[in-house]
């Protein structure tokens, strides 16, 4: 059952978020992992460097 809260919690917000454009979509996914990290004490993961570094290069 917490597994389906939290799944639908991530995509609701990443829904909303791709609504409402690119800045938008950025912001909720952070609204929702923070709300997952101190709401559910789900544990955050490692930030995706490699891809971040990708992006920067580019």
Do not use: Q
């Amino acid at each position: 059952m917490t597994l389906a809260l939290e799944l639908l919690l991530i995509l609701i917000c990443l829904f909303y978020g791709a609504r409402k454009g690119g800045v938008a979509l950025g912001l909720l996914g952070g609204i929702g992992v923070v709300v997952l990290v101190f709401g559910f004490h789900v544990p955050p993961g490692k930030p995706p460097v490699d891809v971040m570094l990708t992006i920067v290069a580019v």
